[in-house]
């Protein structure tokens, strides 16, 4: 099976407009149109399976560049990606974020329980040096 990327859609694209153009190059085992999680709408994009390598071929040679629903689109071979190469959520990080500085979230440089500027303690905290509550200025 060969997953193909199809890029460009138009917002009117269903799953099931892309089966029926991909089917006429091939057997499509899945389609799907990627929607906004908030909105229901179309993200602009999709992933379709062909059960073959020749007929995924066949339809990036036949649909690539052209029209779908009004739209231009673009079709290639998905890349897949590792799931260690996903981006992470993780408000921090090694470097900073959301109140988070070298260890990630509330720690280090800025965080809620130490470091610079932390609320409770390190140079700037609630307890630290230049701080809130317990500060020396």
Do not use: C, H
Not at 38 to 44: A, C
């Amino acid at each position: 099976m060969t997953k193909l990327f199809v890029g460009n859609l138009s917002w009117g694209t269903t799953d099931d407009s892309l089966v029926q153009a991909f089917s006429a190059y091939g057997n499509v085992t899945d389609a799907i149109v990627l929607k906004d999680r908030e909105t229901g709408r179309s993200r602009g994009f999709g992933f379709v399976t062909m059960e073959s390598a020749d007929a995924a071929q066949a339809a990036i040679d036949a649909l690539n560049e052209q029209d779908l629903d009004g739209r231009t689109v673009r079709v290639n071979i998905a890349n897949d990606r590792p799931a260690g190469d996903r981006p992470r959520d993780n408000f921090g990080g090694s470097r900073g974020g959301f109140r988070g500085g070298r260890g990630g979230y509330n720690s280090g440089y800025g965080g809620n329980q130490g470091g610079y500027g932390g609320n409770q303690g390190g140079y700037g905290g609630q307890q630290g040096y230049q701080g809130g509550n317990d500060g020396y200025n």
